[in-house]
Structures are given as C-alpha cells and as structure tokens.
C-alpha cells in the first residue's frame, strides 16, 4: 500500500494517507485514502486538481455529494471488499 503526505492548506497540517485505489473518470484523477491500514478505517476520497506546471499532485477532498456517491461507487466496484459507507 503507498503512502502519502497529505498538507491541509488551511491549517498547513500534514497527515500520512495510505491510497487504497485510484481511478480516473472523465478525464479527473481520484484516489481513495485511508488514514489507517487497519479494517475499520476512516477514509477520504481526493481529486487531483493539479496543472501539468505543477510539479507536485494536488488533491482536494471530494465534497459535493453527488460527486462523491459516484465515486465512491466506483471504488467500491474496484475494490469488492470494501463498502464504503458516508
């Protein structure tokens, strides 16, 4: 499992993410993240909003609701043991 450095810009707090899957729909780039390897994990789905100037990815927690269902229902379609609940 890879893991990540996620900074949270409005609090500049960095946080270590496991990514779990990664998918791309209509041309978006979207990864599911875990904050923990253990079964019963809180999770979050991030969308790369990156330019190709960037020489870092940068990822935005995926907060509209319908945006989100979508999602996660491809995620849970990749990986078939895992339900995500909101």
């Known amino acids: 499992m890879e893991k990540i450095k996620f900074t949270f810009e409005d609090t500049s707090e960095t946080v270590d993410f496991f990514v779990l ?8 780039v979207y990864i599911l993240v ?3 390897e253990e079964d ?3 999770c979050l ?3 790369d909003t990156s330019s190709q100037e ?7 927690v995926v ?9 996660s229902k491809v995620f849970e379609e990749l990986l078939e ?5 909101m």
């Open 54 to 60: 960037d020489t870092e990815s940068v990822y935005e």
């Open 63 to 71: 907060e509209d609701d319908t945006e989100l269902l979508a999602v």
């Open 21 to 28: 899957e990664q998918t791309k729909i209509n041309g978006a």
């Open 81 to 85: 043991d895992v339900d995500i609940e």
């Open 40 to 42: 019963d994990a809180e």
């Open 45 to 47: 789905i991030l969308k």
């Open 34 to 36: 875990t904050d923990s």
